[in-house]
């Protein structure tokens, strides 16, 4: 199978002021596209693995040659990270807090909104280097916020993601250089609360079925 760049369903400046407009160009033209091209490179080499999606192939990488585990790895859990972060941003139309279902979760499992907030920012603080924040769904269905290195996906540990937040210095330092904080702070406004809770009802569906 082939991967594509998906396209961003917002404007390159729909971020701003939050998120910049070069920052959008180079993540998502350069980076993103980068992460494809190398992914379908790896594939390529890799004819045992059609027919797997790439979400079946990165939760058991043993399935791929030894020697191309470490590029399919990083390449594929790029596609799939960055793929979800665009997906769960937008230019702040939506709510500014989760609503519905997924307010009830957030509730019973962090108590108010504000607590989880600060939690995830903690945790994504606490991420030394490169890697991401994540908010996902264990077996149980139950929420829990994890953080990965690199560009590790939870679903390689079992979790479904629902909202992720790139903590690579490439996602930021234009604007923020050295202030991480800051970006986290800003990317608040930033999230589709609409689309993660999409996400959290389509999990948790896959997961009563299970
Ligand atoms: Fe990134």
């Not at 998502?28 to 979400?55: I, K, M, P, W």
């Not at 769904?137 to 939870?154: C, F, K, Y």
């Not at 050295?178 to 999409?198: L, M």
Request: aromatic letters at 12%; proline letters at 5%; hydrophobic letters at 40%.
């Amino acid at each position: 199978m082939t991967y594509q760049l998906p396209s961003l369903p917002y404007a390159y400046d729909a971020l701003e002021p939050h998120v910049d407009t070069r920052t959008m160009e180079l993540h998502h033209g350069r980076r993103h596209a980068g992460y494809v091209e190398r992914l379908n490179h790896v594939l390529q080499q890799c004819t045992d693995l059609e027919g797997l999606s790439l979400e079946e192939i990165i939760s058991d990488i043993r399935v791929v040659p030894e020697e191309l585990r470490q590029e399919l790895r990083f390449n594929g859990g790029g596609h799939l990270n960055h793929s979800l972060f665009w997906h769960i941003l937008g230019p702040g139309k939506g709510p500014k807090r989760p609503e519905g279902q997924l307010l009830r979760a957030f509730e019973s499992t962090f108590g108010q909104i504000e607590a989880f907030r600060q939690e995830f920012a903690r945790a994504a603080l606490s991420r030394m280097g490169s890697g991401w924040a994540w908010l996902s769904l264990d077996n149980h269905a139950h929420l829990e916020i994890l953080t990965t290195p690199n560009e590790d996906s939870p679903i390689m540990l079992g979790y479904r993601p629902i909202l992720g937040l790139d903590l690579w210095e490439h996602a930021y330092y234009l604007k923020y250089p050295d202030r991480r904080e800051e970006y986290i702070q800003a990317w608040w406004n930033v999230v589709h609360w609409d689309k993660v809770a999409e996400l959290y009802v389509h999990f948790l569906e896959m997961v009563s079925r299970t």
